[in-house]
């Protein structure tokens, strides 16, 4: 499987971007997501979306972002509003996510990440 991420970009606080994942090579997994890794810090989960489009989101992103995914097109697109400068990190598209037992493990499979960067 093959993940390429884009949108990725310098926005101001408070300012929106669009990330979009596109999958090549393999039938699109039921449960994907994006993850980011801020400088310093672990890798941490922010959105997943099952193929029925049943979503979850990280406390720290509820309200502000939208995770969407078009199973026809192969694509995981998140849209992030409001953006704060703690958002600020490399973002990460998964495939292959499982879960169970109420977490959920990452899958195999990883884009090359994207960096977004919240400032004025």
């Known amino acids: 499987v093959q993940l390429v991420e884009s949108g990725g970009g310098l926005v101001q606080p408070g300012g929106s971007l669009k990330l979009s994942c596109a999958a090549f090579g393999t039938i699109f997994s039921d449960l994907m997501g994006w993850y980011r890794q801020a400088p310093g810090k672990q890798r941490e989960l922010v959105a997943t979306?099952?193929?029925?489009?049943?979503?979850n989101y990280a406390d720290s992103v509820k309200g502000r972002f939208t995770i969407f995914r078009d199973n026809a097109k192969n694509t995981v697109d998140l849209q992030m509003r409001w953006l704060e400068p703690e958002d600020t990190a490399v973002y990460y598209c998964?495939?292959?996510?499982?879960?169970?037992?109420?977490?959920?493990?990452?899958?195999?499979?990883w884009g090359q990440g994207t960096q977004v960067t919240v400032s004025s």
């Open positions: 979306v099952w193929r029925n489009t049943t979503s």
């Open positions: 998964n495939a292959g996510i499982s879960y169970a037992g109420g977490s959920y493990v990452a899958g195999p499979n």
